[in-house]
């Protein structure tokens, strides 16, 4: 890849909002009908301090607002991305944003998980809450992956996991979907979240806040990256 071409998809990122990104080499954790695109290219948004800090005991209507919002700036940015590799004789494919599909092998899952393209990228690692915790902003973010055929310079590297004893968002949790126990690389998702508990709550408790409603508690409460007013 020309530095030409880096330096125009690290403009795109920048240039439309993106706060960070970072390439990874993915192929074996993606199903056989995408391993023809091995690397991702893996960018966050940053969340803002003042709307997440205002959520208390449930979620806030403009706390709902600003999450589709984000989410929609992050699939606005990987078309982007798409377009400009594409462009460049590259092949290029983007994962959603926010979406569960219905037939994915793992209940409640996308179809590519951004945070293990993100922790393979040395962004971050997955936190107590199931989240992706970045290194600097912790879990007040949104995750973006394209994945592309394209050769970029990528260096898997995963931190270590610095949630340590800290057990706020387990105890904050009110769909008590938690286990309290430290994300390690091979583990299933339920060693440290029931994404079932977790989607069930809010479908039946949160709902009148918006339709696919979002929660936020284990954000807020998470002392990684955490507003310093």
């Known amino acids: 890849m020309s530095d030409n071409l880096y330096k125009e998809l690290e403009t795109i990122i920048y240039g439309m909002g993106g706060t960070f990104f970072g390439t990874s080499q993915v192929v074996e954790h993606l199903p056989e009908r995408l ?128 949630c340590s004893s800290c057990n706020r968002c387990v105890k904050a949790c009110p769909a008590l979907a938690l286990t309290g126990n430290l994300w390690e690389v091979g583990k299933e998702r339920g060693h440290v979240v029931d994404a079932k508990a977790c989607s069930e709550y809010m479908s039946t408790k949160l709902k009148h806040i918006g339709r696919g409603s979002v929660c936020g508690i284990c954000v807020k409460v998470c002392p990684s990256g955490g507003s310093k007013a």
């Open 35 to 162: 391993q023809r695109y091995p690397t991702a290219i893996t960018f966050g948004v940053r969340l803002s301090d003042a709307i997440i800090d205002e959520i208390g005991d449930i979620p806030t209507f403009t706390y709902f607002n600003h999450y589709r919002s984000v989410n929609a700036l992050i699939d606005q940015i990987s078309l982007r991305l798409v377009l400009c590799l594409q462009a460049h004789g590259n092949r290029a494919y983007s994962i959603a944003a926010s979406q569960s599909i219905p037939t994915s092998p793992i209940p409640y899952s996308g179809m590519f998980p951004h945070k293990t393209g993100a922790v393979l990228a040395g962004l971050g690692w997955i936190g107590k809450n199931g989240l992706f915790i970045h290194k600097e902003y912790g879990p007040r973010v949104r995750l973006g992956t394209v994945l592309t055929d394209m050769a970029i310079p990528f260096e898997n590297n995963i931190l270590q996991n610095k």
